[in-house]
């Protein structure tokens, strides 16, 4: 079994600060673990993805995620935030010992940015 | 290089009423999904293709709920009748691919359902 839990169902942040969205799973297998982003009236977007190579994974646009085994966590950041930046996140994770592909996808964090 | 393409857009309809989606995926990506996103939630996988074949349909609800992919490239998704709680984003996604390692999906627009 595979589930994600996003911590926050809504983030709002100034532009030019910081952004952090956190995100934790569980997994009966080694998971692969994605971040996506969907705008309004936009198709669902890959941010980027871990699938165990490097724990620290660079995605488009400035942001990055950590897998952090201990924790069970892969907390999704960026240093700047910008007004682009505004949209859902889903965390997502796939158990690669399971079902091929298989998404679990978490219940969203909305990122609002302020000016 | 065009995305996946679905339509329509939007959908309204009265309870009891059928409906039907329709998604073309990117060429040459043999596995097809469909997902349900409710409102508030991230999406669901109701059933999964590769080729023409559904592999994966476990979430799919059978009493109303019907797809086909018969030639193994366009797909359609039907629900017959349609009922209050159908409302939700219908989305289709695709990928090169569905075998031990993570394929990329690639998601549609989606349809968004309105039920009366």
């Known amino acids: 079994a595979q589930s994600v839990t996003q911590l926050d169902s809504h983030v709002s942040v100034s532009e030019g600060t910081p952004v952090l969205l956190r995100c934790n799973y569980s997994?009966?297998?080694?998971?692969?673990l994605f971040w996506y982003v969907q705008h309004p009236n936009k198709g669902l977007q890959l941010l980027l993805k871990y699938t165990s190579a490097a724990t620290l994974v660079k995605g488009i646009n400035g942001f990055e995620a950590e897998f952090k085994k201990s924790e069970t966590s892969f907390h999704l950041t960026k240093p700047s935030a910008h007004m682009s930046d505004a949209a859902e996140y889903f965390c997502v994770v796939s158990d690669r010992g399971g079902t091929a592909s298989k998404l679990t996808f978490g219940t969203g964090t909305r990122l609002q940015v302020t000016l | 290089e065009a995305g996946v393409v679905q339509s329509p857009r939007y959908k309204i309809i009265e309870k009891k009423q059928p409906v039907a989606f329709w998604c073309n995926p990117i060429?040459?990506?043999?596995?097809l999904y469909w997902y349900r996103q409710n409102l508030g939630q991230g999406p669901e996988l109701l059933i999964r293709y590769e080729n023409e074949e559904a592999v994966d349909d476990s979430q799919l609800p059978k009493d109303r709920f019907s797809a086909e992919r018969l030639k193994g490239v366009d797909s359609t998704l039907k629900i017959q009748p349609a009922e209050l709680g159908d409302s939700a984003v219908y989305l289709c996604a695709s990928s090169f691919g569905a075998g031990g390692n993570y394929n990329e999906q690639f998601f549609g627009p989606g349809t968004r359902l309105t039920v009366l």
């Open positions: 997994s009966s297998y080694s998971p692969s």
């Open positions: 060429s040459g990506h043999n596995t």
